[in-house]
């Protein structure tokens, strides 16, 4: 059974568009929904995180949006550009510590 | 510099022969864990360990054994891999017990024929 449940499974974006990737769950003890980018040949690495007391992050280009009574989150990309092209992962920390769910990734692709 | 290392990166074996794939962080992490990725199913996670000699299953253990007897070391070991055991292998390490955030290592990739 997925736990977190992302979509799309692949994005097309024209550089300096907007990305949006969304993510939903419904174990309500998660506590922790970090993103994580992956290029090809590489290990995921840490985006941005939020805690469901927040309904918003931002860090540069990267925002994450968060609707905790939707048990719904997003990340957007703003001006999108030809080196965020990767795959993106949204995952919720469980209520067993040390316990991580991850979506299944969305395949980003900006094209010039 | 900070760092996950896994070995080997690639590996092609057959069914049956027992492998292990080490990983070993420089950071002083005290949580570990192992992860699987398969085509459109993401990261599923296999075992985690907080602590030193504290292992604990994630969603997919079966057929793995893992162990924790210093804190920089926590091999991955296929006692007797199968063909459904293909997979790319992540291993990844958090200053927090609780695991996050999580850095991770550039990945093994198993071919079990």
């Known amino acids: 059974q997925q736990q977190v449940k992302q979509s799309p499974q692949s994005l097309i974006v024209q550089k300096g568009g907007i990305s949006i990737i969304n993510c939903a769950y419904e174990?309500?003890?998660?506590?922790?929904f970090p993103w994580y980018q992956q290029f090809p040949g590489k290990g995921p690495a840490l985006l941005i995180a939020i805690r469901p007391d927040v309904s918003e992050k931002k860090e540069g280009r990267f925002t994450i949006s968060f609707n905790k009574s939707a048990k719904q989150f997003s990340l957007h990309i703003m001006d999108s550009q030809p080196g965020d092209s990767a795959t993106y992962f949204c995952a919720a920390r469980g209520s067993t510590l040390g316990r991580l769910y991850f979506g299944r990734g969305t395949q980003l692709t900006v094209w010039p | 510099e900070a760092q996950v290392t896994q070995n080997p990166r690639y590996l092609i074996t057959v069914t049956g022969k027992k492998l292990t794939v080490t990983c070993s962080q420089n950071?002083?992490?005290?949580?570990m864990s192992w992860y699987r990725q398969d085509p459109g199913l993401g990261l599923r996670q296999i075992y985690y360990s907080m602590n030193v000699e504290v292992t604990d299953k994630g969603d997919v253990p079966e057929g793995y054994k893992v162990s924790r007897k210093e804190k920089r070391n926590f091999p991955l070991i296929l006692e007797s891999p199968s063909p459904n055991q293909t997979s790319l292998y992540f291993c990844?390490?958090?200053?927090?017990?609780?695991?996050?955030?999580?850095?991770f290592g550039d990945g093994t990739r198993l071919s079990i024929l």
């Open positions: 990844a390490s958090s200053y927090t017990p609780q695991g996050q955030p999580q850095h």
């Open positions: 174990n309500t003890a998660f506590d922790y």
């Open positions: 950071m002083n992490h005290e949580y």
